[in-house]
């Protein structure tokens, strides 16, 4: 997963590639949770225009991440979702 942000509102340069600024866009997440894939599509993040790479708030990863637990208690092998906030 890309990197989380606390209160992130203007854009930073990117810790991965260092010479991309980001900018505010949706991003595709995908996690492994045991044996469950949870991919989120739409997920407000900031994205590096360089390389790509994306960060996402605390609010919206702790979001992202509990979905993706929740897809590996039920036992689901892959779910692909569209974020809600």
């Known amino acids: 997963m890309g990197y989380c942000l ?3 509102e203007k854009p930073l340069k990117c810790v991965i590639c260092r010479t991309g600024d980001t900018h ?3 991003a595709t997440v995908t996690l492994q949770r045991n044996e469950a894939t949870v991919i989120t599509k739409g997920v407000p993040a900031w994205i590096c225009g ?3 790479e ?3 708030s605390e609010p919206v990863a702790s979001a992202v ?3 993706a637990d929740g897809a590996a208690g039920r036992g689901t092998e892959v779910e692909i979702l569209r974020y809600a906030a």
């Open 6 to 8: 606390q209160d992130q």
């Open 24 to 26: 505010p866009g949706a």
């Open 50 to 52: 360089n390389c790509g």
């Open 54 to 56: 994306y960060y996402l």
């Open 65 to 67: 991440l509990s979905r």
